[in-house]
Nanobody
């Protein structure tokens, strides 16, 4: 079975930076798009950012525009999220996700990595 595994989370002070990584367990895995979601306690999971491999289009939630950057390598089944100017409101569990077709929902998920931003 294909597994997505996130890494790079941790504790950082406000204004600091973190770089999250996500990798698929199998080298033969392919996807149409990959993205990042996050969930804070008591809140719904929300979209953060995504990249569409066919045209390298990227999308960002308004709350992270100008601060976060998504990048990756589809051939290596990896995606990254560079997070700068972190705020306490960014504290959440961050999940990597993938979909094989643009007409599919994001139905491949990682286990999540905790990001905590202190003030």
């Amino acid at each position: 079975q294909v597994q997505l595994v996130e890494s790079g989370g941790g504790l950082v002070q406000a204004g600091g930076s973190l770089r999250l990584s996500c990798a698929a367990s199998g080298r033969t895995f392919s996807s149409a798009a990959m993205g990042w979601f996050r969930q804070a306690p008591g809140k719904d999971r929300e979209f953060v950012s995504s990249i569409t491999w066919s045209n390298s289009n990227t999308y960002y939630a308004d709350s992270v525009k100008g601060r976060f950057t998504i990048a990756g390598d589809n051939a290596q089944n990896t995606v990254y999220l560079q997070m700068n100017s972190l705020k306490p409101e960014d504290t959440a569990v961050y999940y990597c996700a993938a979909r094989k077709l643009m007409t599919n929902p994001y139905n491949y998920w990682g286990q999540g990595t905790q990001v905590t931003v202190s003030s």
